[in-house]
């Protein structure tokens, strides 16, 4: 089966670090993926990780270790905009009309206090 | 970044009736257009694979009769919830990647309450 597991809550504070950590279980893999979702809203890409390592995008980083099946994202310099659902994903396989197949984890909810 | 329109924003229906959502990708050709769907403070569940000029790839446990996906164009695909019940009411999500590109782009959502 398919299975992609992250803590359901996180609090943190304003200016701080927060680590979301992301195990899957899946029948294929082409990538993890990071999505942000405010309530109400639409989620949006934030990073995308092939290749085991870190992956830097502003404050944003999000690492891969393939012989694990293991990811987590890193918020650094916490803002309140930053309360949100984080979601990991892993690109299970390409549609042969293009693109990848995206199965999501369950979601974890950052609280920013300030 | 790419542009992903979804409508309506919102729908109430009643049960037994049908009700379609539309998906278009405003800037950019979409082979392919996914179709998810989101219970409160949920994760997201792929329903199903829209591809263009044929059948709808469904992942296991939906009912392709009740979920019909069309997607005629490179632009447009379509999801059609038919004979609606309260069971039905949730947040469908379209999303849809660019050729060569495994990002999605989501777009806005549709919040279905079938009284």
């Known amino acids: 089966g398919q299975s992609l597991e992250q803590p359901s809550e996180v609090t943190a504070v304003e200016g701080a670090i927060v680590q979301i950590n992301c195990t899957y279980q899946?029948?294929?893999?082409?990538?993890l993926s990071w999505y942000q979702q405010h309530d109400g809203g639409a989620p949006t890409f934030l990073s995308y990780n092939a290749l085991d390592g870190l992956e830097e995008t502003g404050r944003f980083s999000s690492f891969l270790s393939r012989s694990d099946s293991y990811g987590y994202l890193l918020l650094q310099e916490l803002q309140m905009k930053d309360s949100a659902s984080y979601f990991c994903a892993v690109r299970d396989g390409p549609t042969y009309t293009g693109g990848f197949k995206t199965i999501f984890g369950a979601g974890t909810r950052l609280f920013v206090k300030a | 970044g790419a542009v992903v329109s979804q409508h309506p924003s919102r729908v109430i229906c009643k049960s037994g009736t049908s009700v379609k959502i539309e998906c278009r990708s405003l800037?950019?050709?979409?082979?392919?257009m996914f179709w998810y769907r989101q219970f409160p403070k949920k994760s997201l569940m792929l329903m199903a694979t829209?591809?263009?000029?044929?059948?709808?790839t469904y992942e296991q446990g939906v009912e392709k009769d009740k979920f019909l996906i069309n997607h005629a164009s490179l632009t447009l695909s379509t999801l059609t919830v038919t004979s609606a019940h309260p069971e039905d009411s949730s947040f469908y999500i379209c999303s849809a990647a660019r050729w060569g590109s495994g990002e999605l782009f989501f777009g806005e959502g549709s919040r279905l309450t079938v009284l």
């Open positions: 829209s591809n263009e000029g044929s059948k709808a």
């Open positions: 899946t029948s294929g893999f082409y990538g």
């Open positions: 800037d950019f050709q979409a082979t392919t």
